[in-house]
C-alpha cells in the first residue's frame, strides 16, 4: 500500500510531519465545529477576568497594597466560581475525545498496519523501530538525537495544534 522509501529519512520525516499537519487539521476543524462561537466567546472572556484578577493579586501580595488586598479577597469568591464554570466548559469538550482518538487509530492504521498489537498487513512502518527524523542536538553525549516514528508525530502533532488552535481561535490564552 505504501512505497517502501516512505519508511527512511528525509523522506519519513516529511510523510509524518504532513500526516500530523493533516490531522491537526481535522481536529482543530472537529473542534471548531462542535464549539458555539457563545461559549467559547463566554470562556474567553471568563479567562481575562480570571487573569485580570491573578495580576492584582500578586502585585497586591508583592507591594503589601492593603486597598488592593481588600478588593481582591472581594473578588475571590466569583473567580473560584468563574474557575468551576471554566472547568466545567472545558470537561464537556472531553466528548469530542472519542472522535479525536478514531482519527489517530484509523490513521495508526493505515501507516504501519496494525492495531495496538495485532499486526493486520505490512506497511514500511510496522517492521521494527528506526528512526524516521533527526534532531541536531542531542542528550548526553550524541551530537544527534534520533526519533521513532511516534515521537517524531506526537513532536509534530504538538506543535501543528498549537498553530491550527491559534489559527481557528480555539486558544484560551494569551491573545
Do not use: H
Request: glycine share 4%; proline share 6%.
Amino acid at each position: 500500500m505504501l512505497p517502501e522509501w516512505l519508511a527512511f529519512p528525509p523522506a519519513s520525516t516529511v510523510f509524518i510531519m504532513l500526516i500530523s499537519l493533516l490531522l491537526a487539521f481535522l481536529v482543530s476543524i472537529i473542534n471548531r465545529l462542535f464549539t458555539p462561537r457563545e461559549q467559547f466567546s463566554q470562556m474567553q472572556a471568563w479567562r481575562k477576568e480570571i487573569d485580570a484578577w491573578m495580576k492584582d493579586s500578586i502585585k497586591a501580595k508583592r507591594t503589601n497594597d492593603q486597598k488592593l488586598l481588600a478588593k481582591v479577597k472581594k473578588q475571590e469568591k466569583r473567580v473560584k466560581q468563574l474557575q468551576m464554570k471554566m472547568a466545567s466548559q472545558s470537561f464537556r469538550q472531553m466528548k469530542l475525545m472519542p472522535i479525536n482518538l478514531l482519527l489517530f487509530f484509523l490513521v495508526w492504521l493505515l501507516v504501519t498496519g496494525r492495531i495496538l498489537y495485532w499486526q493486520l498487513f505490512e506497511t514500511p512502518f510496522s517492521g521494527p523501530i528506526q528512526p524516521v527524523a533527526y534532531i541536531p542536538w542531542g542528550i548526553f553525549e550524541t551530537p544527534i538525537y534520533s526519533l521513532d516514528f511516534f515521537a517524531w508525530y506526537i513532536l509534530c502533532s504538538f506543535l501543528f495544534g498549537t498553530l491550527f488552535n491559534r489559527l481557528f481561535g480555539l486558544v484560551m490564552g494569551g491573545d
